[in-house]
């Protein structure tokens, strides 16, 4: 059985608007339609940007809120599945809101959710003094016969992530992010997704947001490392196929996931 799954990434600015930002995904949701995409995944943050001085508690939903729920009828309309960012309430943890990326099947139908469990707290940023992590790996979910992880922008530094994800089936993850510019950070951007790929001989996909302060270069990285599409610092949609034909083929000729050591090393 050929299995395939074609999956667009949103390369965008983000505005602190989160209605601005629906018709942003309206827009995006129309150019993946063109081009038969089954899933369109949305950077992190997606639903609003953060503002300095005003606690993401003034835009946080519920995940069954009006945000996921417009969400929810923009896929089901285009009959496109959506992964995206957004901020979730968290009653009782004051001003402070959980970073959450939710997956939802061209039926509009909740399919996963994922709380990011790496802060950043580094660079200069501290993400935990706005968001509140999470304590859950992130799920594996299907769409079409492919099983899909998922994972938050700085997630992509703790390769034990992805190995647990790829352990328990994944074939492609793919990873909202606000990936900062910065000295050498997109070296570690592209060259982080590219590892991540290469040593769990998955499909990587990480869509970035664009625009000041962020990095760009949204990319597709195949299970053997290859760069399938990737943008540049500008506004783009980033579309390539998932192949399970192309992940079994490179897995009988590199099976370092059967070599893995369970146990062991704590995996």
């Known amino acids: 059985m050929v299995t395939k799954?074609?999956?667009?990434l949103a390369q965008t600015s983000v505005s602190r608007d989160p209605a601005a930002n629906l018709q942003t995904a309206r827009r995006f949701l129309q150019q993946a339609a063109a081009q038969e995409t089954d899933l369109i995944a949305f950077p992190e943050m997606f639903?609003?940007?953060?503002?300095?001085?005003?606690?993401?508690?003034?835009?946080?939903?519920?995940?069954?809120g009006p945000f996921v729920n417009a969400l929810s009828a923009l896929a089901a309309e285009y009959g496109i599945a959506i992964v995206c960012g957004i901020w979730q309430t968290v009653q009782g943890h004051g001003k402070r809101a959980a970073n959450v990326v939710v997956a939802l099947g061209p039926d509009g139908?909740?399919?996963a959710?994922?709380?990011?469990?790496?802060?950043?707290?580094?660079?200069?940023?501290?993400e935990s003094d706005l968001m509140l992590g999470g304590n859950m790996p992130p799920p594996v979910f299907s769409?079409?016969?492919?099983?899909l992880g998922l994972a938050i922008c700085y997630d992509l530094r703790f390769p034990e992530l992805f190995r647990n994800l790829a352990l328990r089936g994944a074939d492609a993850v793919i990873v909202p992010s606000a990936w900062y510019a910065g000295t050498m950070k997109e070296e570690h951007w592209l060259t982080l997704l590219q590892a991540r790929a290469i040593e769990n001989t998955m499909y990587v996909c990480g869509a970035n947001l664009c625009g000041p302060p962020f990095a760009a270069r949204t990319t597709i990285f195949d299970p053997f490392g290859a760069m399938l599409a990737s943008s540049g610092e500008g506004e783009a949609l980033v579309t390539a196929r998932i192949d399970k034909a192309r992940i079994e083929d490179v897995r009988s000729k590199l099976p370092s996931l059967t070599h893995v050591r369970r146990g062991l090393f704590n995996n």
Do not use: C, W
Not at 113 to 126: C, E, G, P, Q, T
Not at 143 to 147: D, F, R, S
């Open 143 to 147: 769409l079409k016969g492919i099983q």
């Open 113 to 126: 959710h994922y709380n990011k469990v790496h802060l950043f707290d580094a660079l200069s940023v501290r």
């Open 109 to 111: 139908v909740l399919l």
């Open 47 to 64: 639903m609003a940007r953060p503002q300095e001085g005003v606690p993401l508690t003034a835009v946080a939903e519920p995940i069954d």
């Open 5 to 8: 799954l074609t999956v667009s």
